[in-house]
């Protein structure tokens, strides 16, 4: 099965930290994702990447930054974190070509 | 704009009994329809994935349907047990002007079973 490993559960941090998100994959997907999930929003992806060191803005990029240097781990940056940053961040992969999408447990990020 | 949405957004049903989740989409040009299991405090987990040519997809006590002329969709739950208690996730995958897929996904719609 294929695994996709979110390297926190929860996070509390303070206004205007950096704060990184990890996160890796097992199967050598090519695509990679970061959403974020508030209530009654869903889930809506803020940055993808299709190869190392791609990367493409998804509808809510603002406030974030990605990095992708080697194709197994796709990190999620916050610059200066806001309170309004607070939420429950999933990462997920995929295969090219193929259907099958798989999500992490999530990291749920508090900003105090 | 692409859309998608499901009804009810919560239900409450006891334990054994049947259920039937909708979700009614807007998004053109269609690849597949899946559905998505998360509960609480975890990452959604996939149930069903259905492309435009299937009607219909089961998995165990889960069955998806899919019309594709009408875009709607729905999955049934059959013989409800506590552990079936989550939001339940339409995503809907739209194919991108240039290749490549997007994701689209509903709000959920929360589940609970009770005794």
């Known amino acids: 099965d294929v695994k996709v490993t979110q390297s926190s559960r929860y996070l509390v941090k303070r206004t205007g930290e950096k704060v990184f998100l990890e996160c890796v994959q097992d199967?050598?997907?090519?695509?990679m994702f970061w959403y974020r999930q508030d209530p009654g929003l869903g889930l809506r992806l803020i940055y993808f990447?299709?190869?190392?060191?791609?990367?493409e803005k998804g509808d809510i990029p603002e406030g974030y930054s990605v990095s992708r240097e080697k194709k197994e781990r796709f990190s999620l940056i916050l610059e200066s974190a806001s309170t309004n940053q607070t939420s429950m961040y999933l990462c997920?992969?995929?295969?090219?070509?193929?259907?099958?999408?798989?999500f992490g447990s999530g990291t749920r990020l508090t900003v105090v | 704009k692409n859309q998608v949405e499901q009804s009810p957004q919560s239900l409450i049903i006891l334990e054994g009994k049947n259920c039937t989740l909708q979700?009614?989409?807007?998004?053109?040009?269609?690849?597949?329809l899946r559905w998505y299991k998360q509960d609480t405090g975890r990452g959604p987990v996939s149930l069903t994935i259905?492309?435009?040519?299937?009607n219909t997809k089961s998995n165990g006590r889960y069955t998806a349907t899919l019309d594709a002329d009408t875009k709607q969709s729905s999955l049934h739950i059959t013989a409800s047990q506590l552990s079936d208690s989550a939001s339940y996730i339409c995503?809907?995958?739209?194919?991108?002007?240039?290749?490549?897929?997007?994701?689209?996904f509903g709000t959920g719609t929360q589940l609970k079973v009770e005794l």
């Open positions: 259905m492309t435009f040519s299937e």
């Open positions: 979700c009614n989409y807007t998004v053109s040009p269609f690849s597949n």
């Open positions: 997920a992969s995929s295969p090219t070509g193929r259907y099958g999408y798989t």
């Open positions: 199967m050598d997907h090519e695509n």
């Open positions: 990447s299709y190869d190392v060191k791609m990367k």
């Open positions: 995503v809907v995958s739209g194919i991108l002007t240039g290749g490549g897929n997007k994701l689209t």
